[in-house]
């Protein structure tokens, strides 16, 4: 008989071997919440198509659960700086029926800087190697239901929260019809056949500690060559000095002429070209 989803909320479950399919996560707690800013009527302009050489950027934060400091700072950033990003939401955080919380989402998304995305619904470990695949598919729907009715908008991409994933995960993603892009996705699946963008490089050396030499080198030799690359990073965690070495980020990557992206702008992007 399969476990309701109350019963698996509470678990964090062990560490499973995945298949040869899985891609690896690791993600933070998360953080305390602070007050909420007040929603300013500046708009991010639609985006236009690239010039051809100049690489997509899909920045990949994770784990929203409430208004964190951090949060609030990364998002004043880029919306000052014209910079596009994804925040993934835990989406259990939905569920507590703060007003303010989902006013903020709400008003962040209609700005167009940026777009919030399914990070998954349990705030757990290791939830897609301990869950059936009944499970996992209906955890990621009620995150879709949740979305709908306290935002008003679906969740167009997905990335894992904290976990291997398995072929069960590829196969509950791709049933998911709202579900359309998959940030550090499987790079080959014999499952899943919507959009995936596979891991190359993160804004990271270790969860929530930002370094610029230590994004330079890699970036420099592996992520440079990409023609759309996901940078996660957990912005709620960043100390200052984080925070200034992801600035420095976003300006040399602006220096080599790169295009931000949300995860739809560049699913629309990618369909245009079928």
């Not at 700005?111 to 209906?138: M, P, S």
């Amino acid at each position: 008989m399969l476990r309701s989803l109350t019963m698996v909320a509470a678990m964090a479950g062990g560490i499973f071997m995945a298949t040869a399919c899985s891609t690896a996560r690791a993600d933070g707690p998360a953080k305390s919440a602070t007050s909420a800013v007040s929603a300013t009527s500046v708009k991010a302009a639609p985006v236009t198509p690239p010039q051809p050489g100049r690489q997509i950027i899909i920045l990949k934060l994770d784990d929203v659960v409430n208004i964190g400091a951090g949060w609030v700072r990364v998002i004043d950033y880029c919306e000052k700086n014209n910079v596009k990003a994804g925040l993934g939401i835990i989406c259990d955080s939905l569920e507590k029926n703060d007003q303010a919380y989902l006013n903020w989402i709400k008003d962040h998304q209609k700005k167009g800087f940026i777009e919030f995305w399914c990070h998954g619904y349990f705030n757990v470990a290791n939830f897609y190697t301990t869950h059936t695949l009944e499970e996992q598919t209906a955890a990621l729907k009620k995150c879709e239901t949740l979305a709908k009715e306290k935002l008003g908008f679906p969740l167009v991409a997905f990335g894992e929260h904290n976990s291997f994933t398995t072929s069960e995960t590829q196969i509950a993603v791709q049933a998911v019809p709202e579900l359309k892009v998959w940030l550090y996705g499987p790079k080959d699946s014999q499952y899943y056949k919507k959009l995936s963008i596979p891991r190359v490089n993160g804004l990271e050396y270790k969860v929530g500690a930002v370094d610029f030499d230590k994004f330079k080198d890699p970036y420099d030799k592996y992520g440079a060559r990409e023609k759309v690359l996901v940078l996660q990073g957990h912005a709620n965690y960043w100390d200052d000095t984080s925070f200034a070495a992801f600035t420095k980020i976003i300006d040399y990557l602006k220096s080599k002429n790169v295009v931000f992206m949300t995860p739809t702008e560049y699913l629309n992007f990618a369909n245009k070209g079928k």
